[in-house]
Nanobody, 125 residues
């Protein structure tokens, strides 16, 4: 079955950086768009970033543009989220998700088929 396993979360001071990884198995990785979402306590899960199967197209939430970078390595079946200049408001559980590619980068969480278990990111002030 499909498995998405996130790693790289942790506690970091404001202004610091983290790189999240999401290793995928059980699917043809190069046929799937990959997304990153996050959920803070008491809030809805929100879109952060997504990338097309070949990495040629990306999309970001306005709140992280210029701060986060999504990338992927299809040879390793892994998608990454580089997070720089972290702020306390970036504190959340971060999830990766996979969606069969239909030539459109989807921002709605309801349209992703597979999800990881999440990794906690905590940014202290």
């Amino acid at each position: 079955q499909v498995q998405l396993v996130e790693s790289g979360g942790g506690l970091v001071q404001a202004g610091g950086s983290l790189r999240l990884s999401c290793a995928a198995s059980g699917l043809t990785f190069s046929s799937y768009a990959m997304g990153w979402f996050r959920q803070a306590p008491g809030k809805e899960r929100e879109f952060v970033a997504a990338i097309s199967p070949n990495g040629g197209s990306t999309s970001y939430a306005d709140s992280v543009k210029g701060q986060f970078t999504v990338s992927r390595d299809n040879a390793k079946n892994t998608v990454y989220l580089q997070m720089n200049s972290l702020r306390p408001e970036d504190t959340a559980v971060y999830y990766c998700a996979a969606r069969w590619w239909d030539n459109f980068i989807e921002k709605s969480r309801y349209n992703y088929n597979h999800w990881g278990q999440g990794t906690q990111v905590t940014v202290s002030s």
